[in-house]
């Protein structure tokens, strides 16, 4: 299992390599239903990182 900080470094890496090669992301400039799917991740990990305690449950 991934630890939180990496978790998150893939999280950010995924969301940010997505929508500078979606084309409707990108080009249209209209946040697509992936790209939605994976900021929730990067938040939802960015959270996570925040309360380690809750993390381990």
Known sequence: MP????ALHHARTAYEEHVR???????????CAVSKLLLRAYNNARRA???PDTAMR
């Open 49 to 51: 990182q925040l309360r």
């Open 3 to 6: 630890s939180p900080e990496e």
């Open 21 to 31: 090669t979606c084309r409707q992301c990108h080009f249209d400039q209209s946040p």
